[in-house]
């Protein structure tokens, strides 16, 4: 089946480690979301590719990062993470940029921070 | 105050009961998700809607555009519709690969 795909779906890391989470879709989608949800909180965009295009949130931290070098992967580089960071990273996928286009999520990372 | 509000923020009811579930949106959109996350789990999308009424199965979206509310309805609930429900919107009125913007979520529980 079509799928947007999250690996590792947990993910320890050390106070500063740097973290790379993954994201692949088989879906051929144009667009991926990066997205953060704390507990108990809204999920929060961090950034998007459209293609190539890299669209960064004006308030995502400088910490985050991400790449894409394909249409079906997409990375989200945590430089220096801290104990804030801690949380559930989302990926989703659209096929384009109009509006009534679907977002497809995959299940999440949830990341932990020592 | 958050652009897109849930209410209520929780939910229990017992099984059978037909449940609403609403939101408030104070910004303009180009189209409304409702999607639903179980407990450690992604997130599935069940409606997208831009305009009236979308069912699905025991599901029933609407959408008041001039009045920026929403109610997502579930009819006949079972305890395996117990869940997170979260509205979210996708601002503006034309192009542009925008994210969504959400609202907290309603934690729904259905009790056998």
């Known amino acids: 089946d079509a799928m947007v795909i999250q690996n590792p779906r947990y993910q320890v890391t050390q106070f500063g480690k740097p973290v790379t989470l993954s994201c692949s879709q088989t879906?051929?989608?144009?667009?991926m979301y990066w997205y953060q949800q704390k507990s108990s909180q809204a999920p929060k965009l961090l950034f998007h590719?459209?293609?190539?295009?890299?669209?960064n949130e004006a308030d995502t931290p400088d910490n985050f990062q991400s790449r894409r070098p394909n249409t079906s992967f997409c990375f989200l580089d945590i430089r220096s993470p801290g104990l804030g960071d801690a949380a559930m990273y989302l990926c989703?996928?659209?096929?384009?940029?109009?509006?009534?286009?679907?977002?497809?999520f995959g299940p999440g990372t949830r990341l932990t921070v020592l | 105050k958050n652009e897109v509000e849930q209410s209520p923020q929780n939910l229990t009811a017992q099984e059978g009961e037909f449940i609403t579930i609403n939101c408030s949106y104070s910004?303009?959109?180009?189209?409304l998700h409702w999607l639903q996350q179980h407990p450690g789990g992604g997130i599935v999308s069940l409606f997208m809607?831009?305009?009236g009424k979308k069912k699905h199965g025991r599901l029933i979206a609407t959408i008041n555009i001039q009045e920026k509310h929403s109610s997502l309805h579930i009819t006949a609930s079972h305890p395996r519709d117990s869940a997170v429900y979260i509205c979210?919107?996708?601002?503006?009125?034309?192009?542009?690969?925008?994210?969504?913007?959400f609202g907290k979520g309603t934690h729904l529980i259905i009790q056998p």
């Open positions: 809607l831009s305009s």
């Open positions: 590719y459209y293609d190539k295009d890299f669209n």
């Open positions: 989703a996928t659209s096929r384009d940029q109009a509006p009534g286009n679907e977002q497809f």
């Open positions: 879906l051929n989608h144009n667009v």
């Open positions: 910004v303009g959109i180009s189209a």
């Open positions: 979210a919107v996708r601002r503006g009125s034309g192009g542009g690969a925008d994210g969504l913007t």
